[in-house]
């Protein structure tokens, strides 16, 4: 649909956390189209979410967009209910990390957010399906994940609450050992964490995979070999280069990952218990998101 065009109708997903209360939503919204030609509607996510309620909803709502305000746990949620379908989805971060929404150039700003979503262009991406769950951004066993656990029982937020989190994690999370084939290849190594990445960057905008692409047929699958403190702190915060003996890359559209011992797992920020096998395989323009018409 022209970007441009008038009388198009928006549907808003509110997370109540967005923005950590700071921003009135619907208030930013409905100044911002006061003066346009288009339709609005702000649908709050309730606190207990039924996916096939919001899919229900979105379907009836007849919106021609449909935009995540939140982390990219929102934007999963609405990526979930559009998979395989030809409605936008566009982005106004208001999340911690908002990982996506800096993979894909989204202003940070809620007006030109805003802006973005009515003024650009949609972008057919692909996704990775990992153990059955939707990855629309970055998926890992080991390390990261036992991290992100950690994190979700802390009461605070934000960058101290993490770096809690990582601190613990460094002192009491042990290596695996991993196995999978690439190509034929048996690849056996012992690794602090295994990353499955559909984006290349964390949500702290730290270029965790600089191969990838979001609208090829590939995603990458980067080990950390090595359990190194200095490494792992690298890969998370800083844009230095990966230590080829401790951090190796693969590309491929499917592949099974294997640990002899059960290992935390994580997908998209959210904790996802512990497994033994983590199954993924690419699917190829499995959403349309908006980006910037520059």
Known sequence: MDAEASGMKFL???????????????????????????????YELPDHI???????????????RVVAIGGDGTLKLVAQSLFKKDTPIGIIPGGSANGMAKELGIPLDVEEALDTVIQ????????????????????????????????DSLPE?????????AWHALWHHHNMEVS??????????????????????YGTGVKINPEGLLDDEL????????????EILKLRFTNLPFNPEKIELFQTRKLTIKSKHRAHFQVDGEYMGKVNTVDAEIVPQAIQVIVSPE
């Open 50 to 64: 039924d996916p096939k309620k919001l899919e229900k909803k979105i379907e009836s709502s007849g919106a021609d």
């Open 180 to 201: 999978f084939k690439i190509k034929g290849e048996e690849i056996c190594s012992e690794a602090a964490m295994v990353v499955i990445a559909n984006a290349t960057m």
């Open 120 to 151: 650009g262009q949609p972008k057919k991406i692909h996704v990775v399906m990992v153990n059955n769950e939707l990855c629309i951004h970055l998926s890992d066993i080991g390390f990261n994940a036992y991290v992100i656990k950690k994190f």
């Open 219 to 230: 995603f990458e699958v980067i080990i950390v070999k090595k359990y190194s403190i200095l």
């Open 12 to 42: 808003f997903i509110l997370n109540k956390g967005a923005g950590n209360g700071e921003v009135d939503y619907k208030e930013v919204i409905s100044a911002h189209f006061a003066d346009l030609p288009h339709q609005q509607e702000v």
């Open 157 to 165: 937020r934000g960058m101290r609450a993490y770096a809690k989190a």
